[in-house]
């Protein structure tokens, strides 16, 4: 055996190839950009590893100390070793945290491709240097300048021999060695303090200015002395006229070898604002989803007959939002939530006709028919996985236009994994805590600081608010703490019980503060999902109030339900009254207008009377009664039928009175008969004038049967729920990314397998060119020896690609042969083989 230890990789192409499957697996999961379209070899991988685009996507998804190792990396030496490394990280005197943290985070880098190598030669993939390694246009985030050796590229020999001797090193022949030599000095812990000793105590406030950067400053053409000390030794360098820099070296001996203020190994802790019992919590949120339900219902029941018109840029009006947030007694905000979560789950969208208008879909009344947990589970999962966002409507976009609810410019593919985060993190609290939402912004910027700059008006940041407040909303939180069913709807396990219930009452009050929430959990796939959802249901159903089949009424011509209603019930009511308040009782109110809606729904009097006395607790009082006598006498009286319209009536005397007020001038009313007036004006138009004048008027048909009008409910053709814009392509499964896996070790092994010279050299990576005659004859040699072959073959699409293959047969111009690229038996017309050649022996 061989003590000889493996060559370290020379790109990052070799380093992948080092690797084994499972690791490949999880850098595709992690960027799945990757693998779209899936590399024909680890080269091609490699090369897609280093593109910009998808640098600064995983850059993108590295946690703050991750991109402060990434940042580290960028100003050290390339290649740089860990203890370099360590001591950029954790400075001259040490840090344990950042000792400990730092193996993860450069785990981290070398999952992601972003750094590969031993730990004694790290290198940072070449584009990630690029954009962050410091420059005078793109400031590094460590606030170190350029190095000497970079900031004196072009300073004349002359004036850099006079930097080396003005610090009291030795002249020497080339300006290299001489930059080698200043570099050796800010270097040198002892030499660099010792001359900082001799310092003016004003210069060493200039540098103590700059230390942390930004790294540049301005000067005069005639430098005060403080400057002039330290332009003379190479503490300053001048980059450009009037423009000078702290060197790199001489920052960090300033900052005693620390590439950042303050490393931040450790994710800032989520503390408690409050622990409540978790039955409270659980009865507060069931409350809260059984008034999201009751909202949804009301909004979509006043829209039965047709909702608002659709904007013609697509959307909905202020003035209908509005009229939405008066009719749903809510504000603005939070009507384009509901009528935003009716529309992601499918329950609401626009009918297409010429007039357009949004209503209720087929998969609606299907909602309905489902028990209310179920209805719960299904309005909560699309709130999950929308990347629509209502927090947006009344803003502008990037081109000042105004957002309105159910219109264009609403989606932000971050909404679903900051909602899914957000509640991750309140999942690994104990049963019932609600943390501080100032907490958990900070660990979100802490989990994605390039996506979560250090202030409020971050969209990742006012993502998480929208989505703490619409939890609440929705019922998945009561109380800011995650309620039961809400952790099952994560798929989250069941957490601990703290042991009393606890508020703060003070700015002394300590709460828990929980430095360790669990690791992000995984998406849940869509089997996975319905699992979640009905657990969640299940959890839920016990704690929703049962439907009631009884009501109160009282004196006063109203009826009070006491809590939900039974289906039947509530529609029935919906139609005799009027809903005057809502809350944990809804009241409903009786009128003439109400009971004439009953009556023209070809409902009788003795079955409005049957209704009450059924349901009610209550003896019916007496002036509802009468009120229903009242109007059901006088309903019908008169009828009304397409002349264009005319209205008959067997009392000629209530006709001349009709005819006689002043009112009835509109509707141009003429008598045709004793008992009959024709109008000008259609029946739907003379039905309402008649009744503005305090008449109750029945249609008729054609044959001279009343009419039964019942409200049209109005529903759009059948439509799905919109999509969900993805951020970037989603995540592989674990079928896809097995048979990638393979198709790229199989690709790699065509690409990089020794093989026999031929008479004409292929490069590395080139197809082999054959005539025909030559690729039939090896193919049918290799049928005999069985020898593996390499080939270039071009596909009917032109697209050409290199494949090591073990031919079986070869008859009527096509050969058969296991293709070990593709991992079965294939056959091919040998016109599109572009070339043979045959694979070295110790690779057969």
Known sequence: MSDEKPAAPRSLAEALRARDDAFLAALLRSRPDLITPVPTDLTQLATRAGTRASVVRALERLDRFALQTAEALAVAADPATYDELLGLMAGDDGDPAVAAA???????????????????????????????????????????????????????????????????????????????????????????????????????????????????????????PRLRWLLDRGLLLPTAPGTVVLPREVALHLRQGRAHRTPEPVPPPVEAAAVHRPQAVDATAAGQAHTALATVEELLKNWDEGGPNVLRAGGLSVRDLKRTAVALDVSEPVAAFWVELAYAAGLLASDGEADERYAATPAYDEWLEKP??????????????????????????????????????????????????????????????????????????????????????????????????????????????????????????????????????????????????????????????????????RILAPL??????????????????????????????????????????????????????????????????????????????????????????????????????????????????????????????????????????????????????????????????????????????????????????????ATLLSAAIRAIRAGDLASTAPRKPTVAPVADGELPRTNSAETLATMQAAVLTGQALWIGYVNAEGAASQRVIAPIRVEGGFVTAYDHTADEVRTYPLHRVTGVAELADDQI
């Not at 460590?142 to 000497?148: A, N, R, Y």
């Not at 979100?444 to 909303?473: F, G, M, T, V, Y």
């Not at 503005?692 to 054609?702: D, I, K, L, N, V």
Request: proline share 11%; glycine share 8%.
């Open 102 to 224: 730092l193996p993860r985070a450069l785990g981290t880098l070398r999952g992601q491709a972003l750094v590969w190598g031993g730990d004694d030669r790290l290198r940072l993939v070449r584009t990630a240097r690029e954009l962050l390694a410091p420059s005078p246009q793109h400031p590094s985030p460590t606030g170190l300048g350029p190095t000497v050796q970079e900031a004196t590229a072009g300073m004349s020999p002359g004036r850099i021999q006079e930097l080396v001797t003005t610090v009291g090193l030795p002249s020497t022949h080339d300006s290299v060695s001489a930059v080698a030599s200043l570099t050796a000095l800010f270097t040198d812990r002892e030499r660099m303090a010792a001359l900082l000793a001799e310092a003016p105590a004003d210069s060493l406030d200039v540098l103590n200015r700059l230390v942390w950067g930004p790294p540049y400053g301005q000067v005069t053409p005639y430098p005060a």
């Open 372 to 537: 209310a947990a179920e209805r719960w589970a299904q309005l909560a999962q699309a709130w999950l996985a929308a990347t629509r966002t209502p927090g947006l409507v009344g803003g502008r976009d990037a081109k000042d236009r105004a957002l309105s609810a159910l219109g264009p410019g609403l989606d932000r593919s971050a909404a679903p994994e900051v909602r899914h985060r957000v509640l991750t993190l309140l999942a690994g609290l104990p049963e019932g805590t609600a943390p501080s939402r100032e907490s958990v912004l900070a660990r979100l910027r802490w989990e994605r600081p390039l996506r979560s700059p250090q202030r409020d008006d971050d969209l990742r940041s006012r993502l998480a608010r929208w989505a703490l407040s619409e939890a609440e909303l929705l019922g998945i939180t009561g109380r800011g703490a995650l309620s039961a069913h809400g952790r099952a709807l994560l798929g989250a396990p069941p957490a601990k019980t703290p042991e009393k219930e606890t508020e703060p009452t003070g700015p002394g009050d300590k709460l828990p503060v929980h430095h360790h929430p669990p690791a992000p959990l995984e998406p849940l796939s869509p089997a996975e999902q319905a699992t979640a959802a009905a657990a969640a249901a």
């Open 544 to 733: 929703l109030p049962e439907p009631l089949d009884h009501l109160l009424l009282q004196a006063d011509l109203t009826a009070v339900a006491p809590g939900p209603l039974e289906r039947p019930l509530a529609d029935m009511l919906g139609v005799l009254a009027d809903v005057e308040s809502k809350g944990g009782a809804t009241v409903y109110r009786f009128t003439p207008a109400s009971v004439r809606r009953a009556l023209d729904a070809g409902r009788t009097a003795a079955d409005l009377h049957a209704f009450l006395a059924a349901h009610s607790r209550t003896p019916v009082p007496q002036p509802l009664t009468y009120l229903i006598d009242d109007v059901a006498r006088r309903h019908g009286h008169l009828r009304v039928g397409a002349a264009s319209a005319y209205v008959r009536c067997d009392d000629d005397a209530l006709l001349n009175e009709i005819l006689a007020d002043k009112r009835s001038a509109a509707l141009r009313l003429r008598r045709l008969a004793p008992t009959v007036l024709a109008a000008q004006s259609d029946p739907a138009t003379l039905l309402e004038g008649l009744r503005a004048m305090g008449y109750a008027p029945a249609a008729e048909s054609a044959e001279g049967d009343v009419l039964i009008t019942r409200a049209r409910a109005h529903r759009t053709p059948p439509r799905t729920a919109p999509e969900p814009v993805p951020d970037g392509p989603p995540p592989p499964d």
